[in-house]
């Protein structure tokens, strides 16, 4: 099986940054494409962010210009690099990765860390 264990949430002021980090471990051959999710309270949770093994990266809107998205392929991790956050922020971010585990290469799955609280003060 695969853990995914976000870190680095936290209470901020608006304008500030935070440094989200998500690591994978388990039975992994190999990470596919890895994401940062958010969900607010009453919302549904929306894509921020993606890379693929390669780096191509891919940002929704709502992060543009203020977010960047990262992976180290050697230790398994991604990042999300937050600037200049705003209260609309405030969400539980979660890291989502599709692993192929040993036994299993042909047949990647999906996997959700148990996410880490981000609030962004006025």
């Known amino acids: 099986q695969v853990q995914l264990v976000e870190s680095g949430g936290g209470l901020v002021q608006a304008g500030g940054s935070l440094r989200l980090s998500c690591v994978a471990s388990g039975s992994i051959f190999s990470i596919n494409d890895m994401a940062w999710y958010r969900q607010a309270p009453g919302k549904q949770r929306e894509l921020v962010a993606s890379i693929t093994y390669s780096g191509s990266t891919n940002y929704e809107d709502s992060g543009k210009g203020r977010f960047t998205i990262s992976r180290d392929n050697a230790k398994n991790t991604v990042y999300l690099q937050m600037n200049s956050l705003k209260p609309e922020d405030t969400a539980v971010y979660y890291c989502?990765?599709?692993?192929?585990?040993?036994?299993?290469?042909?047949?990647?799955?999906?996997?959700w860390g148990q996410g880490t609280q981000v609030t962004v003060s006025s």
């Open positions: 989502n990765a599709e692993v192929r585990l040993y036994g299993r290469i042909l047949y990647p799955d999906h996997y």
